[in-house]
């Protein structure tokens, strides 16, 4: 996804995790767990799914600015065997192109095998993408950085 701002901005908005439920519409909660040097360990909490039903788990992020690149893994992987995600960010002349990539693989008795898991997360990312760009962008255009933002998202399992 290329994002019409400054890196620095496309940055800071996308790697401050306590705005989240600011920048994804589908976060009712970000929590800061720990923070050790460029690694923060949070808790996410989504907004009640169509069953009534509330998601929530932790993670850690370790960010690396030199190398505009972001790791990210479950701590709780919950119905995931596992699930890591890459964010990469490439400047160009119109901005930043921000890259979000994950990997994982649902257990077995998970509810969803890991082909449903792959297309629901495809089926979601680009309104949560387009949400992001534009918060991003409309914080260029104010140039106050004060709304939050985040990435393309390329499941892969």
Known sequence: MLIEAPLD???????????WPGLFDEYARAEILERSGNTVRFRLTMH?????????W????????????????????????????????????????????????????APVTTAQMTERINRNSPSQMALIKS???AAARAGDGSEPATPVVGARS
């Open 58 to 109: 932790v993670s850690e992020r370790t960010t690396d600015r030199e190398a505009l690149t972001v790791r990210a893994r479950r701590v709780e992987t919950g119905p995931f065997e596992f699930m890591t995600l890459v964010w990469t960010y490439h400047p160009t002349d119109g901005g930043v192109l921000m890259r979000w990539e994950q990997e994982f693989a649902m257990k077995p008795t």
């Open 135 to 137: 918060k991003v962008e």
């Open 48 to 56: 009640p799914d169509e069953n009534g039903a509330v998601w929530s």
């Open 9 to 19: 901005l496309v940055w800071d908005m996308t790697n401050d995790v306590a705005a």
